[in-house]
């Protein structure tokens, strides 16, 4: 882990009867409010320079969480009272040849998102929105269906989505690139 974000650097999240944190390489535990573990998920490690920042979302009965970036990353909606995977996202493999950011001269560059997703209601539906290295994507968050889907990012994300009057912002790290949607 990076000395100066450490593995249990991302926010917990509520809905009043349970907390859930992430604890990056150490997996994706939920606790009652008195304590007691009800759930605890092994999402796999985390291998990268700066360690983790995606903090989970509760969504109606699920728990939708960033594992990554990593190797095998992928986005994840969990049942929240039991753990259980209800969708999954597999992140892919990013090409990221002609990069414009901080890393443009470099082939070692950092690859990856820190970004925690947001729901957002859009169109007259719920939309699941999460900053990649490269895009921003739209999921429905019940079912992990992608909705849409914009290229213009930069391959290194380290800021969450943000959205307000009807357009989602997404911000590249480094000199990168940022878009609205």
Request: hydrophobic residues 35%.
């Amino acid at each position: 882990t990076q000395p100066s974000n450490p593995y249990c650097s991302a926010s917990p999240v509520t809905d009043g009867e349970r907390v859930i944190a992430s604890f990056g390489s150490a997996g994706l535990v939920c606790y009652d409010l008195e304590g007691r573990e009800l759930w605890r998920r092994d999402l796999g490690k985390l291998d990268n320079i700066w360690g983790n920042a995606s903090s989970p979302v509760i969504f109606e009965d699920l728990c939708i969480h960033y594992h990554g970036p990593t190797k095998n990353a992928a986005l994840v909606a969990l049942d929240k009272k039991t753990g259980k995977t209800v969708w999954k996202f597999d992140e892919p493999a990013w090409d990221t040849s002609g990069r414009t950011d901080g890393f443009k001269e470099k082939r070692d560059g950092v690859v990856g998102t820190w970004s925690t997703p947001i729901v957002i209601r859009a169109g007259g539906r719920d939309e699941l929105v999460m900053t990649f290295p490269q895009e921003a994507r739209a999921f429905d968050p019940r079912t992990g269906r992608e909705l849409w889907r914009c290229s213009g990012l930069s391959p290194l994300i380290y800021a969450s989505p943000i959205f307000g009057e009807g357009i989602v912002v997404g911000m590249g790290g480094f000199y990168g690139n940022s878009l609205a949607v």
